[in-house]
């Protein structure tokens, strides 16, 4: 699915100027707007809506990761579970992942506050993005506004956490020190998957974490305003994660669905669980062995609505590290797809491309 602009108007000053109220688009819900602004409006025929109905019988796995790490034939059994959900959806959700309830409400919380803080104290942390700038801690409203085919009903911050975590001082008081707890634990627990994902993928357990998959961690906050039509916007336009993994957490509003089988799926919020999905380089490493499904969030009236991704990549740092199909899983009868690249060099087509619909992947297939 392919958004394609539509350019009958002055387009560029629209975004400028909706991008220099540094008020995202919580601002104009703040101001009351009950029409959505044209550079939102996603062309009908790209619409969510013109597209089936979710399909009920089909159900995104669930697994419960409780005893992987005392029990060996419980870890044999999830090595399995997890071998089919990545190789087959791309995608699972997992219960009893060690990062308690507790920690879970507070990261919402901390979110919502960092959003909901005095407009004018959050806009000092607005930024493009430029590291450059002093601030770590990336806000804005859609990283890829200029160039994306449509802006999407949505405001993020970005926050890189590892391999240079930030001092307390740079982060904003109102998610500092949970944004630091929780990311502990999602490193935790990242490294836990990347274990069992080495396995499912027949490698030895330190696999993937030697290879650095785990070195590179982001947190992206999302807040999701309510929507005045949403059957006209969209919250994440259909993309797939420029990352090893993601970890995904969201809260009870829904709206999150990947494309399985040429079929959009609803994820259910549930809030014990946290999603995980196989990203690009995950998948470019595995020759692809596992596979990086496209996604998308609805735009919502109900809101606002929050997420917290986790994003295991070093980004847009220049790190030594180099991604290509594994060795042990390319053969003479299974040839390596895709050429050598850094992360770096993935990172940066990603962003100029923007959130429409193709894969980045696309661009380092042999
Ligand atoms: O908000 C969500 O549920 C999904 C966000 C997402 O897909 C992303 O950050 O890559
Ligand atoms: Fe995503």
């Known amino acids: 699915m392919k958004l394609s602009s539509h350019q009958n108007y002055d387009r560029k000053s629209e975004l400028t100027a909706f991008d220099e109220t540094k008020s995202g688009v919580k601002g104009l ?28 019988e089909l159900n995104l796995p669930t697994i419960d990761l409780e005893g992987i790490n005392e029990d060996p034939i419980r870890r044999k059994e999830v090595i399995e579970q997890v071998k089919n959900a990545l ?15 507790s920690m879970l409400e507070e990261i919402k919380k901390g979110v919502l506050g960092f959003f909901e803080q005095d407009d004018e104290v959050k806009k000092e942390w607005y930024s493009r993005g430029d590291r450059s700038g002093k601030l770590k801690l ?8 200029y160039s994306a085919p449509v802006a999407n009903w949505r405001d993020t911050f970005y926050c890189p956490m590892a391999p240079d975590p ?3 001082h740079e982060l904003p008081s109102a998610c500092r020190d949970i944004l630091m707890e929780y990311s502990k634990e999602v490193m935790k627990l990242g490294i836990n998957l990347f274990k069992l994902i080495s396995e499912a993928l027949q490698l030895n357990p330190d696999h993937l974490i030697k290879l650095g998959c785990a070195e590179g961690l982001a947190v992206l906050g999302h807040y999701y305003p309510p929507c005045p039509q949403p059957e006209l916007a969209i919250g994440t336009n259909t993309h797939t994660d ?11 509003i829904g709206g999150l669905q990947l494309l399985h089988q040429n079929h959009w799926i609803n994820i259910p919020p549930n809030p014990k669980a946290l999603v995980v999905n196989v990203g690009d380089l995950l998948q470019l490493i595995s020759n692809d062995k596992v596979f990086s499904a496209q996604h998308r969030v609805l735009a919502n009236k109900i809101g606002p609505r929050v997420s917290i991704a986790s994003f295991f990549t070093t980004g847009d740092l220049q790190t030594s590290m180099v991604c290509e199909p594994i060795k042990e899983l390319v053969s003479e009868e299974n040839p390596a797809k895709y050429r050598s690249i850094t992360v770096k060099e993935y990172h940066e087509h990603f962003n100029t491309k923007g959130l429409n619909g193709i894969s980045a992947l696309l661009r380092f297939k042999i």
């Open 29 to 56: 819900v703040d101001a009351e707007i009950t029409t959505v602004p044209r550079i939102f409006i996603v062309p009908s025929s790209e619409n969510p809506n013109s597209d089936e109905p979710p399909s009920p």
């Open 242 to 252: 420029n990352t090893f993994i993601t970890i995904l957490l969201q809260d009870e």
């Open 166 to 168: 930030p001092q307390p």
């Open 87 to 101: 190789g087959s959806w791309g995608f699972f959700q997992m219960v009893n992942h060690g990062i308690p309830d």
């Open 138 to 145: 990336v806000y804005n409203s859609n990283f890829d506004l």
